[in-house]
């Protein structure tokens, strides 16, 4: 089992759906959790993190269920330029720095 | 403009070759991450320097090598190039360790290896 997987989707929505990725992890000890976005060709970029109370920031909604051992990002309202490459990131091993990538889930947004 | 900087952006190599690969940190920031993403996956993490010395390292070969600078800028070194190895390096800096949630990407050097 890998340590961090995602559905590769992709994901092909409309404008104004709402959208919903998750991502599961297989280490309990982990301790941080991530979602970042890719857009094609570039660098990734924090879109936020996710604390175990859960936060949102405008139209993403993050939360992290630690007894199943899943976080998982919610997009509402989805926009053209919402069309990218959602990254989860867990860190740690043992208290040790080492932050694991999923593969990453591929959002199309359409008109 | 993350500030952070990668040069080359592109490079051809061929097998059993070495490649030395640069990043140049953000103003402030004193560790930089390098990362290995291959075509369709997420980033993979390689090694993590701290104020010049390697602080946590993924699941990578020892051919896969680095240093960081007192600039606090770093290079990544991979000898006896592979086919497999030819990817989109990252490297991210952050102001200080473990700090996931601030470290900020360059825009890769992607590598490839006939």
């Known amino acids: 089992r890998k340590e961090v997987e995602q559905d590769p989707g992709p994901f092909n929505v409309p404008e104004g759906a709402t959208v919903a990725f998750n991502c599961t992890y297989s280490?309990?000890?982990?301790?941080?959790f991530f979602w970042y976005r890719q857009d094609c060709r570039k660098e990734p970029k924090l879109l936020m993190s996710?604390?175990?109370s859960g936060n949102e920031d405008g139209r993403f909604t993050a939360q992290l269920n630690r007894a199943s051992q899943y976080i998982s990002l919610l997009i509402r309202d989805s926009k053209l330029s919402d069309s990218a490459t959602y990254l989860c990131?867990?860190?740690?091993?043992?208290?040790?720095?080492?932050?694991?990538f999923g593969r990453g889930t591929s959002l199309i947004v359409h008109p | 403009e993350t500030g952070v900087t990668q040069s080359p952006t592109h490079l051809i190599k061929t097998r059993g070759q070495q490649v030395t690969l640069r990043c140049s940190s953000q103003?402030?920031?004193?560790?930089v991450s390098w990362y290995q993403q291959a075509l369709g996956q997420g980033p993979q993490f390689i090694f993590q320097?701290?104020?010049?010395?390697?602080?946590g390292r993924g699941n990578f070969p020892p051919r896969f090598s680095g240093l960081q600078f007192p600039n606090y800028s770093s290079e990544l070194n991979v000898n006896a190039l592979e086919l497999d190895d030819s990817a989109l390096y990252l490297c991210?800096?952050?102001?200080?360790?473990?700090?996931?949630?601030?470290?900020?990407f360059g825009p890769g050097t992607r590598l490839t290896v006939l």
């Open positions: 280490n309990s000890a982990s301790q941080s």
């Open positions: 991210a800096s952050s102001p200080d360790t473990s700090n996931t949630d601030t470290q900020y």
């Open positions: 320097y701290y104020r010049e010395e390697e602080n």
């Open positions: 996710v604390y175990s």
């Open positions: 990131v867990v860190n740690g091993r043992g208290g040790s720095y080492i932050p694991t």
């Open positions: 103003s402030g920031h004193n560790t």
